[in-house]
């Protein structure tokens, strides 16, 4: 178990390091980093400073080095807008981005987890057929544009829901109907094929043979081990979902990390779309290693397996 | 398991016997709606010039925000309506179709293309070329793709050309994966073996042998990231770091109809979406019947 943690956080790590690099070679490789990384009319002595600062006179590895401490030290640079460091201005927005996403996972969960056990219990009948056009429609169509119809339709029309903004419970439900629609399709197929997968085990035909009721053998046998590989799907999107919204948020001005990279854009601050990418890679690497972890610690078989 | 097996052996024993590849496409659940929107679209993107009088980028300022002309205030002129600058929806929708086909078949052959390529040699070479490819992979499946588009636009700037290379940067690398994996177990079968034992070089071995072999996977995932690579390329450019204004692009005109939502001119919201949905749900249905098709593999994915 120790040698399979071992090697699951050396991975990590070579991810991390790949990952820094990709990010470190296509600053320097499609032009001068110095512009990039400079204010917008900034003047030639800051140009030149930023030059020396960064060491682009010198080796690239050295300049590698120079970029890996500093993120080690979780020096992401100064925010040009903002005037503050990075890595403030994400660790300030980071919670507004998990209420975001846990509003969706639970929405998402809450319509995705039903439907897709109706579906396989109804397999091949019309529920099941309904649920596949669900699935279809919500893998289909933009996050944003159904934030803009939304819109459209509860604050410019009916005049129910704020159409902007955040500070309420009421701001909260279209950007998480938005953003988790398409999850809650994702969520949807896979309960459906995991429930198919243990309707056809063994212990739940024990169970029918026993004479349990279909409603007990569903609700208890099958449900809770289908559960399962929903359950670390949604783990996983959790930390996805912060990382996708940023359309979702533009749409509706949340202010959480997808507002944050799109004001990055918007005001051509460099240094704050780059530590989002950065710190999104992260988050995402840091997850598959909880998740291989946690797999290997409920199911044994893993550890020997790779 | 089984059943995917037995389905493979029988489309194998299906090509040893000449049964052709058509009649099998032929048989049921054929997506004709599918289909026919897709051509229609591609009509419409080809002849754009031919099917609307209007200039996609070009518009009348005293025309600003006329609604559709079944809707009291519109025009016959203007089917659809105009937007903020008073240019025709129905022209910029058209014209849309263009960019967004240009984009999307683009980016997913130059990423389909390279993706492709690197699974080959990945999976076929093995040892350390397996091991950079694969790490590399890894790292930027990791990226989240979104972020990591915005990221590179950022660095590029805006611009077709920058869109397609930026898709394809991101989308190779689910190629990558999936054809690498199908290689592994190929190259242990019958007549790759017997290919190596008749002496061919490892370079004709993976042009002749193990190429033609991938390539229904690689179509199959072909078609269903085109519609993936469309939503992105939408999205990229409803936030203004995709195509540039005034070039008419789907997500662009959703992020101009944000100018006229608070006012409920709902045409320019609407039927752009209408129009991206229409075309990545036919490129999922078509994808999704090409994989029952010509790849049982690829089913649970």
């Not at chain 2, 016959?76 to 937007?83: K, M, Y």
Request: glycine share 10%; with cysteine.
């Amino acid at each position: 178990m120790k040698r399979f943690i071992a090697k699951r956080l050396g991975y990590a790590c070579v991810s991390l390091a790949l990952l820094s690099l990709t990010i470190f070679l296509f600053v320097r490789l499609t032009g001068d980093p110095a512009i990039l990384l400079v204010e917008p009319g900034a003047s030639k002595a800051d140009l030149e400073q930023i030059r020396t600062q960064l060491g682009l006179d010198r080796p690239i590895w050295v300049q590698y080095g120079t970029f890996v401490s500093s993120l080690v030290r979780g020096d992401f640079g100064q925010s040009f807008y903002y005037r503050t460091p990075v890595l403030e201005l994400y660790l300030s927005r980071l919670p507004n981005s998990l209420l975001l996403a846990g509003a969706a996972m639970t929405f998402s969960l809450l319509i995705g987890i039903p439907t897709g056990i109706i579906a396989a219990v109804r397999v091949n009948q019309w529920w099941d057929s309904a649920g596949k056009i669900f699935a279809l429609l919500g893998l289909s169509l933009p996050s944003f544009w159904v934030g803009l119809v939304m819109i459209l339709f509860f604050s410019v029309y009916l005049g129910w829901l704020p159409s902007s903004g955040s500070g309420t419970a009421l701001h909260l439900v279209m950007p998480a109907f938005a953003l988790g629609w398409y999850f809650a399709a994702a969520h949807m197929r896979l309960t459906r094929s995991s429930m198919l997968e243990v309707l056809g085990s063994e212990y739940v035909k024990l169970a029918r043979i026993k004479g349990l009721p279909e409603a007990l053998v569903i609700g208890k046998h099958a449900f809770k081990n289908a559960l399962i590989p929903v359950l670390t799907l949604a783990g996983i999107n959790l930390v996805i979902m912060v990382n996708v919204a940023v359309v979702v948020e533009t749409v509706f001005a949340w202010p959480g990390i997808g507002r944050l990279l799109f004001e990055g854009i918007s005001f051509r601050d460099f240094p704050v779309v780059q530590a989002t990418v950065l710190l999104g890679g992260t988050m995402i690497v840091f997850v598959n290693l909880l998740v291989d972890v946690l797999y290997a610690v409920i199911d044994p078989r893993i550890r020997y397996d790779r | 398991m089984s059943t995917t097996e037995a389905e493979l052996q029988g489309s194998r024993a299906g090509e040893l016997t000449g049964t052709s590849r058509i009649g099998a496409l032929r048989a049921s659940g054929f997506p004709y709606i599918a289909i026919s929107i897709l051509v229609v679209l591609a009509l419409v993107a080809i002849f754009a010039n031919v099917v609307t009088p209007f200039d996609p980028e070009v518009g009348n300022l005293v025309d600003r925000f006329k609604p559709p002309a079944w809707q009291t205030g519109g025009r016959i002129e203007n089917l659809l309506g105009t937007d903020h600058l008073g240019r025709d929806v129905l022209a910029r929708l058209i014209f849309g179709a263009r960019v967004s086909m240009m984009v999307g078949i683009t980016a997913v052959l130059v990423a389909g293309v390279l993706g492709t390529t690197l699974g080959i040699l990945s999976g076929y070479l093995g040892g350390w070329v397996d091991q950079v490819i694969m790490r590399v992979t890894d790292t930027w499946l990791a990226l989240p793709a979104l972020t990591f588009a915005i990221f590179l636009a950022a660095i590029r700037g805006p611009g077709v050309w920058n869109i397609v290379i930026i898709l394809a940067a991101i989308y190779w690398t689910r190629y990558a994966r999936v054809i690498r994996g199908e290689v592994l177990s190929l190259k242990e079968r019958d007549f790759v073996r017997l290919a190596i034992v008749a002496g061919c070089s490892k370079r004709t071995i993976m042009r002749k042998h193990i190429l033609p072999n991938v390539l229904n996977s690689a179509i199959v995932l072909g078609t269903l990231m085109l519609g993936v690579v469309i939503v992105t390329e939408a999205a990229l450019s409803f936030l203004g770091v995709g195509v540039p204004p005034p070039l008419p692009a789907w997500g662009l005109m959703l992020a101009d109809g944000k100018k006229g939502l608070m006012a409920g001119y709902w045409w320019l919201t609407v039927l752009p979406g209408v129009c991206i949905m229409l075309m990545v749900l036919s490129a999922n249905l078509l994808g999704d019947w090409l994989r029952v098709k010509l790849d049982p593999q690829l089913r649970a994915l």
